[in-house]
């Protein structure tokens, strides 16, 4: 089996269609292949604010190998290195933080590409490549399959968001609410006003440059909400917090037995 890039999710995007995955941030193999099962669209394999590195996404990439899913990874930095690396392990798309003005989107666009069409380092021997086996394939096939999403959560990118998203190569501008509250001088408010209408002004620029919506979902209703707003890219779920609900919500249970109990 090879590990030739095959995006099915860039496709239902590009074609209007909702998406739904979950973060990964236990750094897990397992967890992964859990989440791979679970049935999901795609992973989101956190490298910005998760704790793991290069190895432990690699073992979540092959848990991942076999399932439909498809893997992105959001990366730490707007670094071409990075970029290439991650892509070279495997991911199927990334997720660039900070990434403030066209400029810099474009020049995260062109980290994931390969030439003409960007400044990605050739080589075929990597993983992603089948180590060596289906290079030109996948030389071939990578620029056109890679996801590549950018987040919004800049002053500089708000006020250039136009321009942003007319750089050709964006496919998915995702909305992070809580980084761009912060920004916007409301720490831990997304909900306020001048937030939600810079949320509103990055909605309606996406839709005139046919750019597909992405952001994050704190509960099934939440979701709903964002698929009805035209939103294709949401986050339901993650490993991490699906186990401390869960456990959570049990041992809590447990305790309130016991108390009902001794109360009798």
């Given at each position: ?55 432990t996404l690699l073992a979540q990439l092959q848990a991942m190998r076999g ?92 006020r250039d968001i136009d321009a942003v998203l007319a750089v050709p190569g ?95």
């Amino acid at each position: 089996m090879t590990t030739l890039i095959d995006n099915a999710v860039k496709r239902r995007i590009k074609a209007g269609e909702p998406t739904a995955g979950a973060w990964l941030h236990l750094c897990s193999p397992i967890a992964a292949e859990i989440m791979a099962e679970a049935g999901f669209d795609w992973l989101l394999i956190d490298m910005e604010h998760g704790h793991g590195d290069y190895q432990t996404l690699l073992a979540q990439l092959q848990a991942m190998r076999g399932s439909p899913v498809t893997p992105i990874v959001r990366v730490e930095w707007n670094d071409p290195a990075v970029l290439k690396r991650v892509l070279d392990l495997g991911a199927h798309g990334v997720m660039i933080p900070w990434v403030s003005g066209r400029e810099a989107c474009a020049a995260a666009v062109r980290a994931c590409k390969y030439p003409p069409d960007g400044m990605r380092g050739m080589a075929g021997s990597h993983r992603a490549a089948g180590f060596g086996t289906h290079a030109t394939e996948y030389w071939n096939r990578a620029n056109a399959e890679t996801l590549v999403m950018i987040q919004v959560e800049t002053v500089e990118t708000l006020r250039d968001i136009d321009a942003v998203l007319a750089v050709p190569g964006v496919d998915v501008a995702f909305i992070g609410p809580v980084d761009l509250s912060a920004a916007l001088g409301h720490v831990g408010d997304p909900a306020h006003p001048e937030v939600q209408a810079a949320i509103a002004r990055v909605e309606e620029a996406a839709k005139r440059a046919g750019v597909a919506l992405g952001t994050i979902s704190r509960s099934w209703e939440e979701a709903r909400a964002l698929y009805a707003r035209g939103y294709l890219v949401v986050t339901l779920a993650s490993d991490a917090g699906l186990l401390a609900r869960e456990a959570g919500g049990l041992a809590a249970r447990f305790r309130a037995e016991r108390a009902g109990s001794r109360g009798v």
